[in-house]
């Protein structure tokens, strides 16, 4: 069996298998760490992650930035956080491209192309993406809610899931909106409700003696309530 995988056929996705595994990697350390995985969710156009697609949108703007907005939301790109569609993305690729080379070699006889096969693996992807993103979406927590709207969960109280967050460094925390609806955000420490000498001295402050400072720090056992939101994320402070 290793010696077919082996194969320069299966080499197309063998690479994205290989790459498939440093993301898994990636993802278990964002998890245990934050602000890890984030960063892609970081650098989505805010019309995609704002949007309403369900209302009637205005074609007096770009037609082809709509058109591709629509296209990304299909995908549920901005809905569900993107290393998980990326890493969906990536093992339906491998997957339908060992699927492919199998059953070429089964009625043919010999693999074909690994281009071929991986443009073929290709556009398969995309319908299986969207199919199990479909899947994921109902039961995975929501960073925002269509019912309200990212403002809205400013004042609202929130605490530390896992590790710890400090100015730069932001974490996951969850809450709760005024639907009952729970929500999980990533926050870091207010530098304006932060002390002038703590905020003056955290600069030259090493790592370890920054994590063990309660006045730069926040962890799960501080009780948080948010006091504005930032890019990406928001900024929270003790209560």
């Not at 949007?51 to 990304?72: C, P, Q, R, T, V």
């Not at 995975?140 to 899931?161: F, T």
Request: charged content about 15%; some cysteine; aromatic content about 8%.
């Amino acid at each position: 069996m290793w010696e077919i995988l082996n194969t320069s056929a299966f080499a197309p996705f063998a690479i994205a298998a290989l790459v498939l595994l440093i993301l898994l990697v990636v993802e278990l350390l964002g998890f245990f760490f934050g602000g890890i995985s984030g960063f892609l969710d970081n650098i989505l156009p805010d019309a995609l992650v704002d949007a309403d697609f369900d209302s009637n949108i205005s074609m007096n703007a770009d037609a082809d930035i709509s058109l591709g907005l629509k296209a990304l939301d299909w995908l549920y790109v901005g809905r569900i956080p993107t290393m998980i569609l990326l890493i969906v993305l990536i093992a339906s690729f491998c997957i339908s491209g060992f699927v492919i080379q199998q059953l070429a070699f089964a009625v043919l006889g010999s693999f074909i192309s690994p281009w071929l096969a991986s443009l073929d693996a290709l556009v398969i992807s995309f319908p299986l993406l969207k199919i199990i993103a479909s899947l994921l979406y109902p039961i995975l927590p929501k960073d925002e809610s269509s019912a309200v709207s990212a403002d809205s969960l400013v004042g609202r109280q929130a605490r530390i899931v896992l590790g710890y967050a400090s100015i730069g460094q932001p974490a996951q925390a969850k809450l709760t909106d005024e639907h009952g609806q729970t929500h999980y955000v990533m926050v870091e420490p207010d530098p304006d409700c932060i002390s002038g000498h703590h905020a003056r001295s955290r600069v030259s402050l090493p790592i370890a003696a920054e994590v063990n400072n309660p006045a730069v720090t926040i962890t799960a056992e501080d009780a948080l309530i948010i006091t504005k939101k930032a890019s990406g994320h928001y900024l929270v402070k003790k209560l």
